[in-house]
Every structure is written in C-alpha cells, then in structure tokens.
C-alpha cells in the first residue's frame, strides 16, 4: 500500500451537508494533545463526531486508536470498512465509513489524517476544513523524543518528511500552553470564522509551510564557492533585482557567459551595457545599495541566486577591462556578497522552459512596435520600429 490515499469504491463524491474536519501536522506536532481537549470541550455537543482511526500499530495512553494488525487491516479494508485509508510511516490508517452516515446526516466529523489525503477528501466531501497543527523543528523533535513510542522508527525520517499539499484553511503553531490553541480548534470546529484568508504573520506562514530541511540551508554561503563560480561563469543571463524610493525593480541582464565578473569571492562586477537609458536599477542603486541577482545557464535547472549590497563604478580602467569590441560599459555594478546558494529545478522543470519544442512563436505575440504604437497612440513604434529594430540593435549591442 502506498501513502496515496484512498477512497472506499462505496462512497460517492460530494457527501454533505455535514463537514469533515481534518487535522493535519507533521509528527510531533500535538495533534492528539489538541484533539483531546477539542473532544472535551464538545462532549456534550452531539453533532460533532470525534471517530476513532484504524491503526496498525499499538494503542496509547496519547492516542485513541482502534489497534489492529497488518492482517487485520487487509481483511477490514476487504469487507469495506473504511471511509478512507492511507499508508504512513510504515503503518495502514482508515477512517470507519460510518463517518460518510454522520456526515449525510449533517454532522461535523473531526479527524487526525495525513496530510496526503487532503486533496482526495476534498473532491469527495462537500465541506472539507483544513487545521494545520504545526511547531518549529526543535520542538518537534523534542516532543518525538520524549514519546519514546517504538513503532515511530526513527526520528530524523519522520521530521525529513515532506508532503504537497494546498495551504490549510487554518494554521496553529502549537507552542505554548495547549489549551490556548485548543480553544482555537473548538472555534474552527464549531464553525468560528477563523479561515486563514490574508497570511499576516511569520507564526501563520511557518505553519503553512513548515521549516525548511538541512539541505535547503546547508547550501548558503557568505561567499563564491568553487562550485558556485562555475555556475556564473557559465552563466550568460541573469535577473538583477533592485529597491528604491519608488519600489521595486527587476531587471535583465544578457551578455557573454561570464559576463559577470568574480573579482573575489566576495566581490562580483557586472557591466552596464547600452540600453534604453531609464537605468531604473542604477537609481536604486545609488540610493539604496541592497540587490539581488538570480543566474540562469540554458539547458540547466539549477539556478544561483546571490543577495547582497551594491554600488556603481566609473572608474575608466575597470570600465576598459570590460570591453567588447572595442565598446567599454559606462559603468559597473560592483556587488559584495552577503549570501550565494543554488535553487533546485522545480520551477525550470514545471515550465519546461529548455524545451525547444515548448518555444512560443513569436508570431503569436505582439511585437514592440504594435505595443508603443498602442500605447502612445501612433506617435512612435509601428511598423518601421519593427523593421528598423535588428540593425540598430546590432549597431548598438555594446
């Protein structure tokens, strides 16, 4: 059995009026804690159900589970016994199907699920609630610790385990007296309108998110690595991002690969070359140093990203040293490093963006000149902008 979740074949889509619950966090994080003093305080509220799981691992003082072993798990999930059920951390969960008859009847059903079984819950359930229930690293492991529970495994797996899914409709980061963020879970329980809408605080976003692992921070330096040198002299592209009075500003910069220069390892240079002469990102610059750079290299999906400070130079030997074909820039973006690391290759990979077969034709597209035309009702661009474009382009490149 995989950690997918999974529906029972008896059950429609869209069950209501009633709402299901589910309670989702990463281990350690309190969820039964919080759902015994939730059970508590609704006791005597008969339209909210508090359904025991399925389990098959043994029972604990901390957890009100139906126990069952491996065989007799199959052999429920062979009759139909289940709502739904799922595969975690080497164990088989289900929900009791008699929550769909609780939920047909208008009930609200809360349950402890993985975080998995959200969007499968979603397309089967007409209400479906989200509580995240969530506290930082340390304390996570702290808490598995002190549970000492055998069937847990190892710690490091269960903290290192990360699941996509949508953000929660609500986030509690459980730190702190527990019967605070209990009162939080009655009131969504209960229908109190505490939906998540506006992410206003570092609390709710951790704990949509979580924390990052060791290997989305153990790869930030203070300076250019051997490796990370490599990356920006292949490097013929890259997104520099600037702040000012006026807000903020990112801008494109293409040259030779290496164009950007490392002077030293906390040093890196790059040539203004000719443009449109807004020099937007200079502006910034000479009034709020702070920058950021992003790095493509084609056929790659790793990209660099490197935050620091900035300031322009005109001085005429470092702006000869950049010369291309005979053409100096007129000044150089002189950059000190405060922290380089790579980016994974998701976003390169979800857009496919080397695909040569996944390239727009420009055809399809409106071209510069249409575009000032419109905007500037026909007194520049147009047609002539178009044709003229290539050659003043070639005539100006450096």
Not at 67 to 95: K, S, V
Not at 177 to 191: N, T, W, Y
Not at 273 to 290: F, H, K, Q
Request: proline fraction near 7%.
């Amino acid at each position: 059995m995989s950690e997918a979740p999974v529906l029972s074949p008896y059950t429609p889509s869209a069950i209501g009026p009633g709402r299901l619950v589910l309670v989702v966090g990463p281990s350690g994080a309190g969820k039964d804690t919080l759902l015994g003093f939730a059970k508590a305080a609704c006791a005597d509220d008969r339209n909210i159900v508090f359904p025991r799981r399925v389990v098959t691992r043994e029972a604990s003082s901390a957890e009100d589970n139906v126990a069952l072993t491996a065989d007799q798990f199959a052999e429920a999930l062979a009759r139909g016994d289940f709502a739904m059920h799922w595969e975690a951390h080497g164990h088989c969960y289900g929900l009791p199907l008699a929550i769909d008859d609780d939920i047909r009847a208008g009930r609200s059903v809360v349950v402890n699920v993985s975080r998995t079984v959200i969007n499968a819950a979603r397309r089967a359930y007409a209400h479906v609630l989200v509580v995240a229930i969530t506290a930082p690293p340390e304390v996570l492991a702290e808490r598995i610790r002190m549970r000492a529970r055998s069937s847990d495994g190892g710690s490091e797996q269960r903290l290192s385990r990360t699941v996509d899914t949508a953000a929660p409709d609500i986030a509690i980061l459980n730190v702190g007296r527990p019967e605070d963020h209990a009162r939080r879970l009655v009131r969504a329980i209960k229908g109190g309108s505490e939906t998540m809408a506006v992410v206003a605080t570092i609390e709710q976003l951790e704990a949509i998110y979580g924390f990052p692992g060791e290997s989305s921070t153990v790869k930030v330096a203070d300076r250019v690595t051997a490796s990370y040198r490599v990356l920006i002299e292949k490097s013929p592209f890259a997104a520099l991002a600037t702040s000012g009075p006026e807000g903020l500003d990112c801008s494109p910069r293409g040259d030779l690969p290496g164009f950007v220069r490392i002077h030293d390892e906390r040093t890196l240079m790059m040539p203004d070359r000719r443009g449109n002469n807004r020099i937007d990102s200079l502006r910034n610059i000479v009034r709020d140093p702070r920058v950021a750079v992003l790095f493509l290299i084609p056929g790659s999906g790793s990209t660099l990203r490197v935050n620091g400070r900035a300031h322009l130079s005109a001085d005429p030997d470092l702006l000869a040293s950049f010369k291309v074909e005979g053409k100096a820039p007129r000044t150089v973006i002189v950059m000190t490093v405060d922290e380089i690391y790579f980016q994974c290759a998701r976003a390169i990979v979800r857009s496919d963006l080397w695909n040569p077969d996944k390239r727009v034709d420009p055809k399809t597209l409106p071209t510069p000149g249409q575009i000032l035309a419109e905007m500037s009702e026909n007194r520049v661009g147009g047609e002539p902008y178009d044709r003229e474009w290539p050659e003043r382009a070639r005539q100006t490149m450096w």
